[in-house]
């Protein structure tokens, strides 16, 4: 098994006195896809927030690249090599889509992404790139939210709901083109409520239940009857 | 005739005024901090070019090369070391702070000046003028609206232009986003609040050629600032000038008809700009 590049040991998340996650143990191997399902309310949004620093834990409950970042702030955990695309795409109103862009690759890391590689993969922000980014289409914000990541050049990308809000045709463009992001052997966290989806993109699926793992397992072993009693904790 | 000078004159006293009120919107604008300490930096800002001057035996003008960086590193160093920790979802810590740093520093100019008022000499400048058909016009006020111009200019560019600009537009917009492409909010924070006492020092020391100055006097120039941002439009900068502008020529007419309406005059335009556009004549972002 390769290394991990993302592991999580014993992962408890607050938002103030409210306990959100519980122990979680995760791990995510070096050029793995790893899916993350669960329902509303199970901790799969405050777990990428965990991850990516805008909660702070325990510093050794988050292990990145080896380094205990678990009590780091966000801005150092980016500039170590993790991106995310947060739910919602949030991307920068002020900006345009080409300073949206552009402030992704403030990181400054070495890597294959650059302005050209994004416009390569999604044409259609080359043509719109002086707009406003709000004048944008959902499908055409989440583009600009995925090339904003990818300039970061991360190690590790996570998508937080990366089909949520956006018509089935455009999610289909989406994952069509996500074979050619993580391909490059960049590790990718992806949170997705169509589990199918999921399930088809990764190589492996950890389902979350009120704030603990309920199940984990390869994607192409785990049952409908495995994920339905996990997703909804029903036997 | 008497009334178009009092609209030129006050045009030009109008681009002090967009000085004053520059800093004020920009940090505003970044942080959503309303700083009530900002007059009082200014006349920070004219105490330390004052001492520049005394001390080097430069003129005012060339103080601004030791007094901009100062005030800018003052400005770093306050806003990592004090006011990002107001910062949060309440907007009372940042007033209460503010108020007590106002107080601080004209507490701490009355020890370090004494009450006297003082004046810094800049020699011929003060009385040069240019006469332009029957108007004459003071090379001072001149040269004061050509820095309120340089100066929005400036900021405007840095703002739209250069990295740092993006960075205070995108933490503007969202914070934790922002973090989350690297940028640490605490520096960036700490750069405009930097950009916004450089500013401030070029209106102390333009403050300070053109008035004399005791270390009461922040607070007025605090609702100067305040009125021309809030007539322009919280978050545009040229908005600014123009309600600089607005409010100067407001005073300067005002006190052309009676000479004891000049302040009342000024404050009435604000208000029935506040009581017709609520949001400023051209705002970029809402309160």
């Known amino acids: 098994m390769p290394e991990p590049i993302l592991t999580l040991r014993g992962l408890d998340a607050f938002y103030g006195d409210f306990q959100a996650l519980y122990g979680v143990d995760l791990t995510v191997s070096e050029g793995e896809v790893l899916a993350i399902i669960g329902a509303n309310g199970a901790g799969k949004t405050t777990l990428l927030r965990s991850i990516s620093g805008l909660i702070g834990n325990m510093a050794e409950q988050v292990q990145f690249r080896g380094a205990s970042i678990g009590a780091e702030r966000p801005d150092v955990i980016a500039q170590m090599g993790l991106a995310m695309v947060p739910e919602g795409r949030q991307l920068f109103p002020s900006l345009s889509v080409a300073e949206n862009l552009m402030i992704g690759g403030r990181v400054n890391r070495e890597g294959p992404w650059n302005l050209r590689k994004v416009y390569d993969l999604f044409p259609i922000l080359e043509e719109r790139k002086a707009q406003a980014s709000t004048s944008l289409s959902g499908g055409q914000q989440q583009m600009v939210a995925i090339g904003r990541a990818l300039m970061a050049n991360p190690d590790l990308i996570m998508f937080d709901e990366i089909s949520l809000g956006l018509a089935p045709v455009i999610i289909r463009d989406i994952y069509k083109a996500l074979p050619g992001i993580v391909g490059g052997g960049m590790s990718a966290v992806i949170v997705e409520q169509d589990i199918t989806k999921a399930l088809e993109v990764s190589s492996r699926v950890y389902c979350l239940q009120e704030g603990r793992v309920s199940l984990e397992g390869k994607s192409d072993a785990v049952s409908r009857e495995d994920i339905a009693r996990a997703y909804f904790g029903v036997e | ?232 439009g919280l978050g545009n900068l040229w908005g600014t000038l123009v309600g600089g502008v607005i409010l100067g020529v407001a005073q300067t007419v005002g006190a052309t008809i009676n000479p004891g309406w000049q302040l009342l005059a000024g404050h009435i335009a604000f208000l029935v700009i506040l009581a017709v556009r609520p949001n400023g004549l051209f705002p970029r972002i809402s309160g």
């Open chain 2, 1 to 232: 005739m008497d009334l178009v000078n009092a609209v030129v004159q006050g045009t030009l006293l109008g681009g002090l005024y967009a000085l004053f009120a520059a800093g004020l919107s920009l940090i505003f604008g970044v942080m959503r901090l309303v700083n009530i300490a900002h007059g009082d930096l200014i006349v920070l800002a004219a105490y330390l070019g004052l001492t520049t001057t005394a001390a080097l035996g430069v003129h005012p003008l060339v103080a601004l090369i030791v007094v901009v960086p100062a005030m800018a590193g003052i400005g770093y160093v306050l806003q990592r070391a004090v006011l990002n920790h107001t910062l949060g979802d309440d907007i009372l810590p940042p007033l209460l702070v503010t108020f007590g740093l106002s107080v601080i520093i004209q507490n701490a100019l009355l020890e370090g000046y004494s009450a006297d008022p003082q004046k810094m000499d800049a020699g011929a400048l003060e009385t040069a003028s240019v006469a332009l058909g029957p108007l004459s016009l003071g090379v001072l006020p001149l040269l004061t609206f050509a820095f309120a111009i340089a100066v929005i200019a400036g900021l405007q560019w840095v703002f739209y232009r250069t990295p740092l600009g993006r960075a205070f537009r995108a933490t503007s917009d969202n914070q934790d986003i922002a973090q989350l492409m690297g940028l640490n909010k605490r520096h960036v924070f700490g750069m405009a609040m930097a950009l916004a006492l450089a500013v401030t020092a070029v209106a102390g020391i333009l403050l300070g050629i053109r008035t004399s100055f005791d270390p009461s006097v922040g607070g007025g120039r605090l609702i100067f600032g305040f009125e021309a941002v809030i007539i322009g």
